[in-house]
């Protein structure tokens, strides 16, 4: 399984609003507005991508990096949204997502947040050499109750790049 990443088109928005809606993916996610991904898309310190199937073009899942502009050379993550679970998807994209960072744009550091209570996300990033800075705790409200924010991150000198490895088109 080879996941292709490439640029968002508008035409893609309605997939992305589907995957980020989808009842397995909004606990762990504040949905943007169909409007605020098609901004993205032309704004220049944003990297908006499809991750698809090489194979077959399928799409699977969409990633938004941001800090493309950011003058200390720190790229924030700030989601990878996957369709079907369970099938490496997100481990694969996270592989290219970090060696496009660090190695493609000489990135210093690469971070994210990641909700308490989304245990799969934060194993994945702790798996592949993430580290956690410290937690926002009770600073997102849903409903009547609040949740907690990890902050991880990766400086240039923890990432070993594999061999070979793809890289998302820029």
């Known amino acids: 399984m080879t996941i292709h990443l490439r640029r968002t088109t508008p035409a893609d928005i309605p997939f992305v609003c589907e995957v980020e809606n989808a009842p397995e993916n909004t606990p762990f996610i504040i949905p943007w507005s169909e409007d605020r991904h098609h901004n993205a898309l032309g704004d220049p310190d944003i990297l908006h991508m499809i991750a698809e199937k090489k194979e077959t073009g399928h799409p699977v899942g969409y990633v938004i990096i941001a800090g493309l502009t950011n003058p200390h050379q720190s790229i924030e993550l700030i ?45 994945l990033y702790l798996s592949e050499g993430f580290h956690i800075e410290g937690t926002l705790r009770d600073c997102l409200k849903s409903g009547d109750t609040y949740e907690s924010l990890i902050i991880l991150s990766m400086l240039a000198t923890e990432y070993d790049a594999p061999k070979g490895q793809m890289r998302p088109e820029s």
């Open 79 to 123: 989601r990878i949204t996957i369709a079907v679970k369970g099938e490496g998807y997100g481990r694969n994209i996270l592989r290219q997502i970090k060696h496009w960072a660090f190695i493609g744009q000489k990135a210093h550091r690469l971070w994210l947040d990641v909700k308490e209570t989304n245990d799969r996300a934060r194993s």
